[in-house]
């Protein structure tokens, strides 16, 4: 049913409709308002769950990881500082192969504070073993919640995956959305059922102590699975768009970028401005494309190769960065296309950090210095601001 | 993904044979709380010497539905796991136990085990206090006593060790107003038996503090552990006790030793008998001894 709708209501009912046992959360936000209704759903009797209402970010996710250890669906959702305080369980979870969603509300981090979106938070979670997937808009969020938990419990994959959407851009934002009926959702996700779970009647041991002699091939297994989930994400995008009609690119969408010679690549909320910047560039004679990344991890190298391979130019617009290293996805990007022939350069423009408002103007301004070639920079940035170094 | 399959008839719970030191006072008290538990159970175990001792994979001590997860998070762990069996219409056939050592409850995990307590969760929480961090090496926690030398806490020309008294966790746990709090002793054993069946047979949070000798932590003959245990007991330092809805129920009434012979024969201790600043510390420790003795009755 089409609904003008809240994107963290939207978040909430789909949720709802993916039958989680266990939800726990502590509030932070932005995700304040995902948590807020699906405690009324709750309440209301709508969705059939136990609501764990927690001391601290670090409780929620253990909460959820002896949940699914026990054979129930679980759910949380977090953001920046309730997300560096999951961390420890984060890791964990993957490591123990306990399949689970958490929604990464995206916002910056501490210190100075901010509450406003930017992408460092689930980005610093980039090697812990969970799936992210970023969402473009709310129709995108809700829809990815599904293929997650699919993805998720698929046999071949076991790993927990964290759905990222941008804070208040997205959780705050009022959007038309389709929100599928329960028949829909039920049909599509089947419940839950764990190879493994804690059960008298068939007792594991669950976490236990690896030395040296098992640890490495644990750890290959999860990368090789991790991997792997990259097909699984494709088919699950392939099996969404037939039951709902709806889609909206597997790991990476493309937008004209068939004959571009500069392609601008991003993730998240802000793909939906560069999308209309692009129109606008063409409308001006200049081939700009846009790819999105859909799938962070696994990170679609091979995907990127062929995407980005005719390109003169890649412009990597980043709500994040790897501070005294470099931009994140810019420098998987460049380790995904070394060695290709005819590589184009690939620019990295830090933009957006801390909810700064990302405007035609600060494309305007990435676009003009890649061409004058420089290679790494901020963009949008107030220099009269800058304290002398 | 890897797991081990044991029986609870080859195992009753907790299996022997794991890598526990010689006289483990924490092996043989979770032997006795597993016999109490039975099979129809799930065990949540913090990181420490009984996840370490009991699980090296792909071995397992563990006959039960065994999990652990981090050091601090035991609680909240146990918490998810008794949620999802509450919403699986499980729980009133299987019981949630965990496990933790002093710094896993005392310590670093203090916030979810009290999260564990407010949200009413029916889970049994046993806590194993050998009185410091002794997985890592004995290292100073906030169950260490007074006066007592860690590694971390260690005598010195300028120092007699632990300069604090024990957090007193059990008061803390009853100030919750849970259903059941008791302290036992590994040994007494059938006083740990009584305990852990009371506390399987009531629902909500129980807290059970166990106080667990341990040879190579407390510096003390490994054959002595029961004796040591005992003369804890015996002098006031380890007061037993019951609380019920936040009130003290039953106390163990004790012989009242002199706190000497319970220390004289443990190396964290040495230290107090062989400067005049050590000897000083000597009452005061009989002090805290007389001071639970008067605030529990211990002595008729």
Not at chain 1, 341 to 351: K, L
Not at chain 1, 353 to 361: E, K, N, S
Not at chain 2, 85 to 114: E, Y
Not at chain 2, 195 to 217: D, E, I, M, T
Request: glycine share 8%.
């Amino acid at each position: 049913m089409r609904k003008m709708i809240e994107g963290s209501r939207a978040v909430a009912e789909v949720v709802g409709l993916c039958r989680p046992e266990v939800i726990s959360a502590y509030p932070i936000t932005p995700q304040t308002h995902i948590v807020e209704e699906l405690s009324q759903l709750v309440a209301d009797g709508d969705i059939d769950a136990e609501y764990v209402r927690v001391e601290s970010e670090h409780s929620a996710a253990s909460v959820c990881l002896g949940g699914v250890a026990a054979g129930s669906r679980s759910y949380s959702a977090t953001t920046s500082q309730g997300l560096m305080l999951m961390a420890e369980v984060l890791y964990n979870i993957a490591g123990m192969r306990l399949p689970l969603v958490i929604t990464g509300v995206n916002r910056a981090l501490s210190a100075p504070l901010s509450i406003w979106n930017d992408h460092q938070d689930t980005l610093a979670l980039r090697d812990s073993g969970w799936l992210q997937l970023y969402a473009e808009n709310n129709q995108e969020a809700l829809d990815m919640h599904v293929q997650a938990y699919k993805i998720s419990e698929d046999d071949r994959v076991l790993l927990p995956i964290l759905v990222c959407m941008d804070g208040f851009i997205l959780t705050h934002t009022y959007e038309t959305v389709d929100v599928p009926t329960q028949e829909e959702v039920d049909a599509f996700l089947p419940p839950y059922r764990p190879l493994y779970r804690l059960d008298p009647d068939d007792p594991y041991t669950l976490g236990a102590f690896a030395g040296p002699e098992m640890y490495h091939e644990i750890r290959y297994e999860i990368q090789r699975d991790a991997l792997a989930a990259k097909a699984v994400v494709k088919e699950v995008a392939r099996d969404f768009q037939a039951a709902f009609g709806r889609w909206m690119g597997d790991v990476v969408e493309a937008y004209q970028c068939d004959d571009a010679e500069t392609i601008y690549v991003a993730m998240g909320s802000v793909i939906g401005t560069m999308k209309e910047w692009v129109d606008a560039r063409r409308a001006q004679g200049e081939k700009a494309g846009v790819l999105k990344l859909r799938c962070f991890r696994p990170f679609p190298a091979e995907e990127l190769r062929q995407a980005l391979a005719g390109a003169k130019r890649v412009v990597v617009l980043e709500k994040a960065l790897s501070v005294g290293g470099y931009g994140i996805l810019a420098a998987e990007i460049r380790a995904a296309l070394y060695g290709q022939p005819n590589t184009p350069p690939v620019h990295c423009a830090a933009i957006g950090l801390g909810g700064r408002d990302v405007t035609f103007d600060t494309l305007d301004e990435t676009e003009k210095r890649a061409a004058a070639g420089e290679m790494d920079f901020f963009a949008g940035l107030r220099t009269e601001l800058l304290e002398a170094s | 993904m890897s797991a081990t399959a044991f029986t609870y008839e080859t195992s009753r719970g907790f299996f022997p044979g794991h890598r526990a030191c010689a006289g483990c006072g924490q092996s043989a008290a979770v032997r006795i709380v597993m016999e109490m538990v039975g099979p129809r159970c799930v065990v949540v175990n913090a990181t420490g010497c009984l996840e370490v001792f009991s699980t090296p994979h792909p071995e397992s001590a563990w006959g039960v539905p065994w999990i652990h997860s981090l050091f601090e998070n035991a609680p909240a762990v146990a918490s998810g796991v008794e949620a999802a069996l509450k919403q699986q219409g499980k729980l009133d056939d299987v019981r949630v136990v965990a496990f933790g050592g002093d710094g896993a409850t005392l310590d670093i995990g203090f916030g979810a085990l009290s999260g564990m307590f407010e949200r009413n969760h029916d889970v049994a929480y046993f806590c194993m206090d050998n009185e410091a961090y002794m997985n890592t090496g004995v290292q100073r926690s906030g169950s260490t006593p007074f006066a007592a030398s860690t590694t971390t806490s260690p005598a010195g020309r300028e120092s007699f060790g632990e300069d604090r008294p024990k957090k007193d966790l059990p008061a803390i746990a009853a100030a919750h107003g849970i259903p059941y709090v008791a302290t036992a002793s590994m040994s007494y054993f059938a006083d740990l038996r009584r305990k852990a069946k009371k506390a399987l047979s009531v629902r909500g949070p129980k807290y059970v503090q166990v106080h667990v000798p341990c040879p190579p932590g407390w510096g003390y003959d490994e054959k002595m552990t029961v004796d040591m245990g005992k003369l804890a007991v015996e002098c006031g330092l380890y007061p037993i006790v019951e609380w019920e809805n936040g009130e003290v129920v039953r106390v163990r009434k004790i012989k009242k030793i002199p706190v000497e012979d319970y220390l004289k024969p443990q190396g964290r201790f040495r230290h107090l008998f062989r400067t005049e600043q050590g000897k000083a510390q000597i009452p005061k420790i009989q002090e805290l001894a007389d001071a639970n003795i008067r605030k529990y009755g211990l002595v008729d």
